[in-house]
């Protein structure tokens, strides 16, 4: 399927990352040694699930690079805008499309192999929705320090991840629900309020399993969705402050020096040649050619 990496946020003053920015793009703040978004197009590239990367927010003077087919679209303002005009633009290059991925640009430590556990994980069924998300002790176990927000449910407390799929039927119906989910994307609460009040309440005092929780918010909207509860933490890491910055500049950093350790282990070692000359032993005569 195609993926559609949602990449036009700019801060503004105010904003926790305004300072690392320079007032261009958030997918642009350097995060060890290249733009944050390149580490999203190095792991979609590596996916063997992923067909074309459609990147919404830049252009390509951003000189950024993918293994495979990329596509630009200009920020259309709001990020319910910006993904329907990713969907549009995958119809576009293939008529028969019928799931997409959905992938902010603020994820540097995801891999190809997780997306590729995502698709296959999700595509087991037939739904309109697959949301992803990371119980709390995952999520501390790799990252201890990134004081995540969490939802606490009857039986686990979760955080949302940031990479997930969507059936392109999505972008057509139930437009004004989706605007108000996405604008109050990073608090459940205010989530569960567009759900209803009593959904709200049940959530408040931890009513709900996630199972629960799916359910109710399925047929609140009327959709079929599934929860996609990862093992895996970094899918859900998202940079929205300076210190999970700095977590995943020194995370990164150390995987680079980690793989470029190996690969000068398993270099193999070219023998020296002498440069010493054949002396002849004293008493014989070198043979003229």
Not at 57 to 67: A, D, H, M, V, Y
Not at 199 to 215: A, C, D
Request: glycine share 6%; net charge positive; aromatic share 6%.
């Amino acid at each position: 399927m195609d993926a559609i990496v949602t990449a036009g946020g700019i801060p503004q003053s105010g904003d926790p990352l305004y300072t690392y920015s320079n007032g261009d793009s958030k997918a642009l703040i350097d995060v060890a040694g290249k733009p944050m978004v390149q580490w999203i197009l190095d792991a979609l590239g590596n996916s063997k699930k992923v067909d074309r990367v459609i990147v919404i927010g830049l252009t390509p003077k951003s000189g950024l690079t993918c293994k495979k087919p990329l596509h630009y679209i200009s920020n259309q303002g709001r990020m319910l805008a910006n993904i329907v005009a990713g969907v549009n633009k995958a119809l576009e290059l293939n008529r028969k499309t019928e799931y997409v991925l959905l992938v902010s640009s603020d994820i540097p430590a995801l891999k190809g192999e997780m997306v590729d556990w995502l698709v296959n994980t999700a595509m087991k069924t037939k739904d309109d929705l697959y949301y992803g998300v990371c119980p709390r002790e995952v999520m501390e176990a790799r990252y201890p320090t990134s004081h995540r927000t969490y939802t606490q449910l009857k039986d686990m407390e979760v955080c949302g991840a940031d990479v997930n799929i969507i059936h392109v039927s999505m972008t057509t119906d139930h437009l004004d629900t989706w605007e108000q989910l996405i604008g109050n994307r990073k608090s459940p609460l205010r989530q569960a309020a567009v759900i209803g009040w009593d959904t709200l309440y049940q959530l408040f005092t931890r009513q709900f399993t996630l199972q629960g929780l799916v359910e109710r918010a399925s047929e609140r909207i009327g959709i079929k969705g599934r929860a996609i509860i990862w093992s895996h933490a970094e899918p859900c890491m998202d940079v929205d402050k300076p210190h999970q910055l700095e977590i995943m500049r020194t995370d990164l950093a150390r995987q680079i020096k980690k793989e470029s350790a190996a690969v000068k282990k398993s270099a193999p070692v070219k023998k020296a040649v002498s440069s010493k000359k054949k002396v002849a032993k004293p008493g014989t005569k070198a043979k003229r050619k």
